[in-house]
């Protein structure tokens, strides 16, 4: 329950409303072709923005082109952009926080500046709350603290029920088989970076794969798309070996960096299932193009193939060119149903509830959209979902 | 402190990451953490080289199997590297021109096999072999008939048919696994953020 506390910070952010905007400056045109001109502080950002809307007046003729011009602190109007009449606005950033800025209009008629439009102003300040995601915050502290709750039930020894998923069943066979056979067994991490979070979902699996070849015996082959996806696969596997007690087993050499290039990689990857053949393959992180060229050759060397990826349209190349696919949140799942450990089984369970959430969401709102159409009340209460799960 | 440290480390970033998310003012602290990757990431491209370098002259020194390729690889290193640092890597310049005639038509000739991994992977899905596989290939066939001409020429109902499959049935399937895949990234997220997934530190306990 203490981990919990971690997630109140983020409801103390739902009750605190919005930051006072900067302002809102509005003139009407007077005798210029601008019909009213604003300024007020862009809104959720952190500062240094000034939104500036006009509108044009009805029957009088529209300048060429014109100007818009910013009061400066040293006290002079200088030019920060030429716009076009119609366009009706503008956003200057990289501004001051809490420093008063001055806009004004200088319309172009046959390349001659006439008289400029009367000058609004407005001040840029940062927001401490982003307005368009108080219902995403909401949404999600309330699923963080669904999910601590069930890790909290597993550490305790409640009973978790996980449904058998046939690729994770699959990891020691394959390893197993490998080692049977006496040849490697290959890992791909997918082509993204460690910024990307189905590659970090794959270290975490590649730590529990590295554990299974270190006890079996068998090489483990990771080549790799980036350079720091190298070096912490070389950390975790170093680690596997270490905890199953076969830190002499482990190859650093056998985990290495190929290239950036998308393709480039594709095809020395190609290059190793051929020459090396691997006789367990696991493709687990983000592909794109790259997918199906790489499950394809591994099928054609004979290996046994677990792939796994949340990229939508990858999913059905690998469903159709490999042995057992982790679909979407299967892969995500991989490392707690691997670990067998109970406050990681808590976790998934926690996410499951999470989506039983969502799915009511999703059929309240449909319901309610629909039902709407003909009785008032039942809008409010789809405006109401569509609320807490939009995001801006 | 072997653990803790990055622990705290993942915990203080982690939680700036989702802050800057939903707390404006917090996005300079968000953006400079992304900065530090960068430049991390930056850093870590000399050990790709270090290491691409050492495994192919291991291999050359010691014969070992396949080592006839490894020269060819340290060889287009070399030049790549060799040509960018002393022409530069503007349009025109040997540097392009080697990217342009060489590298280009590599990579356009593994994506173009695609082509052929595709039908034959096609060819095994697309196999009757059960009611559920056969709705695929009935779908498949009317999806690939509906984005060519001759699709509407036999019938002009098929390409509205093609359409309704890939926008409604397929839509739905898509949206369900990302909305799966988000719910799976945010309980990741957390684990190792508070730290509950160690595994990856080698303090699985």
Redesign the interface.
């Given at each position: 329950m203490r981990k919990m506390l971690f997630v109140l910070p983020l409801l103390v952010f739902t009750a605190v409303m919005f930051a006072q905007s900067g302002g809102l400056a509005s003139v009407d045109g007077g005798g210029c072709f601008i019909q009213s001109l604003t300024a007020e502080d862009a809104p959720n950002d952190a500062g240094g923005g000034i939104d500036l809307t006009w509108t044009v007046a009805a029957g009088t003729a529209l300048p060429d082109s014109m100007i818009l011009e910013r009061f400066d602190h040293d006290g002079i109007w200088s030019p920060i952009s030429t716009l076009a009449p119609a366009s009706g606005r503008k956003t200057d950033v990289g501004l001051d926080n809490d420093q008063e800025y001055s806009y004004r209009i200088v319309p172009f008629y046959n390349g001659a500046g006439e008289e400029p439009c009367e000058a609004v102003t407005a001040v840029p300040q940062k927001q401490w709350i982003h307005t368009g995601r108080i219902g995403m915050l909401v949404t999600l502290t309330l699923i963080s603290l669904v999910i601590f709750y069930y890790i909290e039930h597993g550490k305790r020894g409640g009973k978790i029920y996980i449904r058998r998923i046939a690729g994770l069943t699959a990891v020691e066979d394959a390893v197993g088989r490998a080692t049977e056979m006496g040849r490697p067994v290959m890992y791909i991490p997918g082509i993204m970076d460690m910024d990307d979070i189905q590659t970090i979902a794959s270290m975490v699996i590649l730590g529990r794969v590295a554990m299974k070849t270190a006890e079996y015996g068998s090489p483990l082959l990771v080549p790799t798309c980036r350079s720091v996806v190298m070096s912490v696969a070389q950390e975790i596997v170093k680690e596997s070996y270490l905890q199953v007690g076969r830190p002499d087993a482990y190859q650093r050499e056998s985990i290495n960096y190929i290239t950036d290039d998308q393709f480039g990689y594709a095809a020395g990857v190609d290059g190793i299932m051929v020459r090396q053949r691997p006789a367990a393959i696991f493709m687990l992180g983000t592909f794109y193009a790259e997918s199906l060229i790489l499950a394809e050759t591994g099928r054609s060397v004979g290996a046994i193939q677990i792939a796994g990826t949340a990229m939508p349209s990858q999913i059905p190349f690998f469903i159709a060119a490999c042995d057992y696919t982790l679909i979407g949140e299967e892969l995500f799942a991989a490392s707690a149903y691997l670990s067998r450990e109970p406050k990681l089984l808590g976790s998934l369970r926690g996410q499951d509830i999470a989506k039983l959430f969502f799915m009511i969401v999703i059929v309240l709102g449909v319901l309610t959209a629909t039902v709407g159409e003909a009785w008032e009340p039942a809008t409010k209460v789809a405006d109401f979902l569509k609320t807490i799960t939009r995001v801006e | 402190m072997r653990l803790a440290i990055p622990l705290m480390i993942t915990f203080v970033a982690g939680?700036i990451m989702?802050l800057q998310?939903?707390?404006?003012?917090?996005?300079?602290m968000g953006d400079s953490l992304?900065e530090w990757?960068m430049i991390?990431?930056s850093a870590?491209?000399?050990?790709?080289?270090v290491?691409?370098i050492?495994?192919h002259t291991?291999k050359i020194r010691f014969k070992l199997?396949?080592w006839k390729?490894s020269p060819v690889t340290l060889i287009g290193f070399a030049v790549m590297i060799i040509t960018g640092l002393v022409f530069g890597i503007e349009a025109d310049l040997p540097f392009d021109y080697l990217f342009q005639q060489m590298?280009a038509p590599?990579?356009?000739t593994?994506?173009s096999?695609?082509a052929f991994?595709?039908a034959?992977?096609?060819f095994?899905?697309f196999r009757a072999s059960n009611w559920r596989a056969t709705l695929l290939l009935i779908s498949a066939f009317v999806v690939m008939l509906g984005r060519v001409p001759i699709g509407s020429m036999i019938w002009n109902k098929i390409p509205l048919i093609s359409e309704w499959i890939m926008q409604y049935p397929n839509m739905a399937?898509?949206r369900a696994?990302?909305?799966?895949?988000a719910?799976?990234?945010?309980?990741?997220?957390?684990?190792?953020i508070?730290g509950?997934?160690r595994?990856?530190?080698?303090g699985?306990?």
């Open positions: - | 939680m989702i998310f939903f707390v404006p003012a917090t996005q300079p992304q990757y991390v990431a870590a491209i000399f050990l790709g080289a290491n691409l050492q495994v291991h199997k396949n390729y590298v590599m990579a356009a593994m994506f096999l695609l991994f595709v034959s992977a096609a095994r899905a399937g898509q696994v990302m909305i799966g895949a719910m799976g990234m945010v309980a990741t997220s957390l684990r190792m508070f509950v997934e595994s990856y530190l080698g699985a306990d």
